[in-house]
């Protein structure tokens, strides 16, 4: 009786290895045969694409796998949402934000404890049970970065110039943003070996940043279908480099895991190469949908928010990014709104197939996906774009600014991008215990959540929309 007691079976524990940005092309395809550890993952594990929240940019993404809840009941449409139906409030999502509890939260209301490291959207840092280090929002190591705060010192004595995130990664300076971006990810795993070994955890997620800027400054050297890709540059081969260095540091976590640990890789979308960008505004003021009190001066690009709008005429403007959010100017809801509320849907499609017709360089044709909230969220809180975009499927980004002379642009207003995001993200799910599945369809990154609790034999709160992996 006295050995079953205490030789009976561990509760299995997870450690999740976040990849932002990871693509599933590379790692289960192109550089494969390079990177051995992830490779050893897969042949004794399942693995496959993960499709990315709607929209497919880091911001809600992360939540969204965490919580198991669509960016719609999350509330949160990208980095920046609208903080209400005035025209010019808009507020950065931070972990303010999400009011739903994510996965270290329903552990920890079950007794056990989590280390959660570099998550996009944990900044500011809320109480946990467990050790929690914030994310690429923080502004600096004078911030309260940490919980508990104690945890900030000790950090700070292993890795004291550690980084957040690097200052610019839309630069021409490409030497010094490799070096600095490998010095990212150095304080980071060196944070990551330490808390994997001297934190008290049952469920331990850390995610790599730096590699999502890897694929937006360098993705014209790796691919040779980019428009400025260059075989002859010394960046030819960064990318590769660094899945290889993402490897090699995968195989030393291995190496210090007992066998109750389960492991994802994961990431939140995936990449691929960034055409040019489409003037959503340019082309809203061209189309006669928005109107300026003074004509925006042509050859001088000037942000959106510089410029004087006609309300009285206006009905319809823009936010640039990764993707467009459109806003209809609605009586009644905008303060000098002018469309009626009974023609709202009228004029929304007719916007609608406007914009799917809105054509490239060349006046090449181009695919676009144009997205209603209410017809691919379960709810629709905050305020959300009345209409959702992805240009070029995703090879062209949403530009705001106006003054570049045509409806699109092959410079990126905000700097230098080589990439944008894709719907596809990847996972690895090892379990040493368990039996792997191989090459598997049809996930989607909702089932992240569920699929740990289910490991960790914790109960799935009935609120989550994804499904197990199995």
């Not at 109480?127 to 309260?144: D, W, Y």
Request: some cysteine.
């Amino acid at each position: 009786m006295f050995n079953k007691l205490f030789n009976r079976k561990k509760d299995k524990r997870v450690l999740v290895f976040g990849l932002d940005c990871a693509s599933p092309h590379l790692i289960f395809d192109q550089f494969r045969a390079e990177l051995p550890n992830f490779s050893r993952l897969m042949a004794q594990g399942t693995w496959g694409e993960l499709e990315s929240a709607t929209p497919c940019i880091t911001v809600p993404a992360w939540s969204s796998m965490m919580t198991s809840r669509d960016a719609g009941v999350l509330g949160v449409y990208g980095f920046r949402n609208r903080a209400d139906y005035s025209y010019n409030r808009m507020v950065t999502a931070d972990s303010t934000h999400i009011k739903q509890p994510r996965l270290w939260d329903i552990l920890g209301d079950v007794g056990k404890k989590s280390t959660v490291l570099a998550v996009p959207q944990t900044y500011p840092v809320k109480p946990i049970n467990g050790t929690m280090l914030s994310c690429f929002l923080t502004p600096n190591q004078q911030a309260t970065f940490t919980y508990p705060a104690i945890f900030k010192s000790e950090l700070l004595k292993i890795a004291p110039d550690y980084a957040f995130d690097v200052k610019d990664f839309r630069t021409d300076d490409k030497a010094r943003l490799r070096q600095n971006l490998l010095h990212l990810r150095d304080v980071q795993f060196k944070t990551l070996k330490y808390a994997i070994q001297h934190t008290e955890w049952d469920f331990l997620m850390h995610v790599d940043i730096a590699l999502d800027r890897i694929h937006h400054g360098f993705w014209r050297y790796h691919d040779p279908q980019h428009r400025l890709h260059n075989p002859n540059s010394p960046f030819i081969h960064v990318i590769r480099d660094y899945y290889r260095l993402l490897d090699a540091q995968l195989g030393e976590i291995l190496n210090l895991l007992d066998d109750d640990v389960a492991i994802l890789v994961v990431s939140d979308h995936g990449v691929k190469r960034m055409d040019g960008g489409i003037c959503i505004n340019e082309w809203l003021w061209r189309e006669g949908w928005l109107h300026f009190k003074n004509p925006p001066p042509d050859g001088k690009i000037t942000p959106f928010e510089a410029l004087e709008v006609d309300w009285s005429k206006t009905r319809a403007w823009g936010a640039g990014g990764y993707y467009a959010r459109v806003f209809l100017n609605i009586a009644g809801r905008e303060p000098e709104g002018i469309i009626p509320s009974e023609d709202v849907n009228r004029v929304r499609d007719e916007l609608a197939n406007a914009i799917k017709q809105i054509r490239g360089a060349d006046d090449a044709g181009l695919n676009h996906r144009v997205i209603i909230p209410q017809e691919v969220y379960t709810q629709v809180n905050g305020i959300a774009p009345d209409l959702m975009v992805y240009f070029g499927d995703l090879a062209w980004r949403a530009v705001g600014s106006l003054g570049h002379g045509a409806h699109y642009t092959l410079e990126n207003d905000t700097g230098p991008d080589d990439a944008n995001h894709d719907t596809q993200g990847m996972f690895i799910l090892y379990d040493p215990k368990g039996r792997g599945g191989g090459c598997i369809t049809g996930e989607n990154l909702l089932n992240i959540a569920p699929t740990v609790l289910n490991l960790m034999g914790v109960k799935i709160p009935s609120e989550m929309q994804g499904k197990i992996i199995v």
